[in-house]
């Protein structure tokens, strides 16, 4: 405690004076990790959310926190200034700490944002959500500030709607009961490990009661035929069909039809989950790119650029279930998410953020492909256009190790060590300049051909490559940290 306090005051004196990566002595462990030491005996996990445990990038070597984050830039507490390549995680499409958007908010602020009365934006930005959403006329709008809660949210009108139970899934939909229910009586790792095939492995649905087992069934994205399988299963029973309509930027020919077609055909409500993929290639949800309309779509993430704010949008005779079930929550009324939302959505339109993004991060794809051929590491691409990642093909392995990552954690390592916060996956924001761009795949070329350095020292086996890590491997699924 007194070595964290210590290093907190010590980093207030030198904030002032340093201010990039090159000006600083690193100290072997840096003020986050020993912050981060201490939150681990405080709060369970060490973070609310799993995408920023320290442990699922680079154990030991993360900053953990920042003190600052402007554009494509954030401070640590010891004020090194990293490039953020993962973009909080998936929250901005324009940058950090928006000069737009923070001019709204803080006239939100200074106005009051919280009152017995209801803040007008709520008005304005159903408004524009359903204008973004020319299926959507005539229907309505409810709010949350947050992916999981809308989703929860969206499946209980669906349920109230229709009066049934069981919903069919695909995708990440969220930490909540009616998603994890989907591996209750499920053995994690396995291959009975239903959300492991959707999202993340080994991922136990403790505290999820287990009456719910059977309500929520997998289905896989591509294949209409196993959606028709799971509908036919139990006739007359599912409420919802809740799937990310896209997960690499283009849909299979004909699925998104096949699966409309379903919905329409069982009576079930067709729910696109659009909290991470809405705001990327199109103004507003991606399925506009396919011109395939749901009867409802959940929005998050992007659309306040790291405030808190989320949306479902709905037709109004599904949509109209919301008026009998009970959903109220204070904050859900507060005034800066709105604000945030609108202020960002208008910055989408009035300067093509989605094209500009989606340009640059086609630029990383091809530079990543450079870098791969220039060192003779072998990957594979996927993920939307402004939302690129990349994974190792043809791996040598020996002794059942996952070598691949060891790779990323390598990677990972050796791109912190050059000032940019980067995984295996990118997020692009417009404050990601082609300047930034240049700089990072320049940094990425010089990575990859270090990594096919130490593969050859090795031998070509990647397992020996531990030896250069200067901390413990990457987290790559839920698990208890210590």
């Known amino acids: 405690m007194f070595a964290v306090a210590t290093c907190l005051h010590w980093t207030a004196t030198r904030l002032t004076k340093k201010k990039n990566m090159q000006d600083i002595d690193v100290c072997q462990k840096s003020t986050g990790h020993l912050l981060y030491v201490k939150a681990k005996t405080l709060i369970p996990g060490g973070t609310g959310l799993l995408s920023k445990r320290p442990e699922m990038f680079l154990p030991e070597q993360w900053p953990a926190y920042y003190s600052r984050a402007q554009g494509a830039h954030v401070w640590d507490l010891d004020g090194r200034r990293y490039v953020d390549m993962v973009s909080a995680p998936g929250c901005f499409a324009l940058g950090a700490a928006d000069p737009d958007v923070n001019r709204a908010v803080h006239e939100a602020v200074n106005a009051g944002s919280f009152s017995t009365l209801n803040a007008p934006e709520e008005v304005e930005l159903a408004e524009l959500l359903l204008e973004l959403h020319p299926w959507c006329q005539g229907g309505q709008v409810r709010f949350a500030r947050g992916g999981g809660e809308i989703d929860m949210m969206a499946v209980r009108i669906a ?10 899934i695909c995708g990440y939909h969220g930490w909540t009961d009616w998603y994890l229910a989907a591996n209750l009586g499920q053995v994690p790792g396995t291959a009975s490990d239903n959300l492991g095939k959707h999202w993340l492995a080994d991922v136990t649905p403790h505290g999820v009661p287990q009456h719910l087992s059977g309500s929520s069934v997998t289905w896989d994205y591509g294949d209409a035929s196993s959606l028709k399988r799971v509908l036919e299963s139990h006739p007359g029973e599912f409420a919802a069909i809740v799937m990310e309509p896209s997960r690499d930027g283009q849909a299979p020919p004909n699925f998104l039809e096949a699966v409309r077609a379903l919905a329409d055909e069982h009576g079930v409500v067709l729910i696109f989950d659009e909290v991470s993929s809405a705001w990327r290639e199109t103004c507003g949800g991606i399925h506009l790119k396919f011109s395939i309309a749901p009867d409802m779509a959940t929005f998050s993430k992007t659309m306040s650029n790291g405030f808190a704010m989320a949306a479902v949008i709905g037709r109004a005779e599904p949509m109209s279930a919301a ?20 202020s960002t959505i208008r910055k989408f339109q009035s300067h093509n953020v989605q094209s500009v993004n989606c340009k640059r991060g086609m630029r990383i794809r091809e530079g990543w492909l450079s870098a791969s051929r ?7 691409l996927s993920g939307l256009k402004c939302w690129p990642s990349f994974s190792w093909r043809n791996v040598q392995v020996e002794n059942g190790t996952d070598a691949t990552t060891i790779l990323t954690t390598l990677f990972t390592q050796e791109m912190l060590s050059r000032g940019f916060l980067a995984t295996n996956c990118v997020c692009i924001g417009l404050a990601h300049t082609d300047e930034i761009v240049d700089e990072y795949l320049r940094a990425c070329n010089a990575v990859f051909l270090q990594l096919a350095l130490w593969i050859q020292q090795c031998n070509g086996d990647v397992v020996l490559c531990k030896q250069f890590l200067r901390g413990p491997m990457k987290h790559n699924k839920f698990q208890p940290i210590q």
């Open 159 to 168: 349920r109230a709607h229709t009066g049934r139970d069981k919903v069919a």
């Open 374 to 380: 220039n060192s003779g590491l072998q990957i594979s």
């Open 323 to 342: 008026q009998r079930t009970f959903i109220s929550t204070t904050y859900h009324t507060e005034r800066l998410g709105p604000v945030a939302a609108l």
